[in-house]
């Protein structure tokens, strides 16, 4: 009986060990995949651009809009008379 359960658990160990080599594999080829294009989309999105011309890339909502009568906020401190 104990020679069923660690022959029983060595055999989940290699088969354990198996797979996570062909799935660690599969993870970091993909992860390579995902730089590549990346990488490639980056210097493709700056070759589109003249040299010397500025672009600056923003995201939709990063601008702060403020109101037209609304005034600049000035810091100022308290003095006790």
């Known amino acids: 009986m104990l020679l069923k359960i660690i022959i029983f ?3 989940i160990y290699f088969v354990i060990r ?3 080599r062909f799935l660690l ?3 970091i080829s993909n992860i390579n995949n995902k730089f590549t294009q990346a990488q490639s989309n980056y210097y493709n999105e700056k ?3 003249k040299e010397g011309e500025v ?3 923003t995201s939709p909502g990063s601008e702060k809009r403020r109101k037209i009568n609304e005034g600049e906020y000035v810091d100022f ?3 006790k008379e």
């Open 18 to 20: 198996f797979f996570s």
């Open 9 to 11: 658990i060595v055999v």
């Open 25 to 27: 594999s599969l993870f």
């Open 47 to 49: 070759s589109h651009h």
């Open 77 to 79: 401190e308290e003095i």
């Open 55 to 57: 672009f600056i890339n």
